[in-house]
């Protein structure tokens, strides 16, 4: 179709069209539907293109991440939309690639999902409160969350926010996992093994205080056990590791 014109030539823009059986809607009201969903998806222009196809694995660690993917994709459109992913790894190695073409095709198959960068999320929440006003106005970003199938979360732990500000984001994603909300993170910053797989009982979680070190290096003292322990209550780790992470292997 031309992308130049804006009204259909077979409907006029209407979206219906006439038959003899009366009015049906026009093959144009499909795409028109899709550019909606892409609109309020908000990817970057760079990731729009992205596909689970086009994506090239260089080692067995994305060939496992793309095969993952695909399982993912094929499991939400069969009904299983209750669970996530969480991406790790280094800079570089397509994390957010594989994060925005499992958003694209779930779009495309007729799913609203929508992409948030980390750190545009904390500045989102931060402007809808407005510091420590009593009267909270929620977040516009929180209404978008609501009305999607899936949600991206992109470079989890960039920034460390404040408490505040984390307690709004640990309900956003507490709200996700529990009204069935899909959610997939990626993040640049390892997770603390050994204290990842034990499952932290409630009583503990409790007690964990809150950390915030912007030059900490584990994802736990990033955003915080707490939250950790809940992502990973819904999501599967996918470890990828790349070029990048060979080099520096061993510094840490
Ligand atoms: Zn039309």
Redesign the pocket.
């Known amino acids: 179709m031309d992308e130049e014109k804006k009204s259909?030539p077979?409907?006029g823009?209407t979206?219906w069209i006439e038959t003899e059986n009366g009015v049906k809607r026009?093959?144009?009201?499909r795409e028109f539907l899709l550019n909606k969903r892409f609109e309020f998806a908000e990817i970057p222009s760079a990731f729009k293109n992205k596909s689970l196809d086009a994506y090239r694995p260089l080692n067995d660690y994305l060939g496992r991440a793309l095969q993952i993917s695909r399982k993912f994709v094929e499991e939400f459109k069969n009904g299983n939309t209750d669970r996530g992913l969480l991406f790790t790894g280094n800079i570089g190695v397509g994390k957010t690639h594989l994060a925005t073409a499992i958003l694209n095709e779930l779009i495309k198959s007729g799913y609203r999902g929508y992409f948030l960068n980390f750190i545009h999320l904390i500045e989102k929440i931060k402007q809808s409160y407005g510091g420590n006003q009593p009267h909270f106005s929620e977040p516009k970003v929180f209404e978008k969350i609501k009305k999607s199938h899936i949600v991206v979360i992109d470079e989890l732990g960039a920034a460390t926010p404040s408490e505040f500000v984390f307690n709004k984001m640990y309900d956003i994603i507490n709200y996700c996992f529990s009204e069935g909300i899909s959610m997939i993170f990626t993040t640049n910053y390892p997770l603390r093994k050994e204290k990842s797989q034990k499952k932290l009982t409630n009583e503990k979680l409790d007690s964990v205080a809150y950390i915030s070190k912007s030059n900490a290096h584990f994802l736990e003292e990033r955003i915080s056990e707490r939250l950790v322990s809940r992502i990973l209550g819904k999501c599967k780790e996918v470890v990828i590791k790349g070029e990048d992470y060979r080099k520096k292997k061993g510094v840490y």
């Open positions: 259909c077979i409907c823009g979206f026009c093959e144009c009201y």
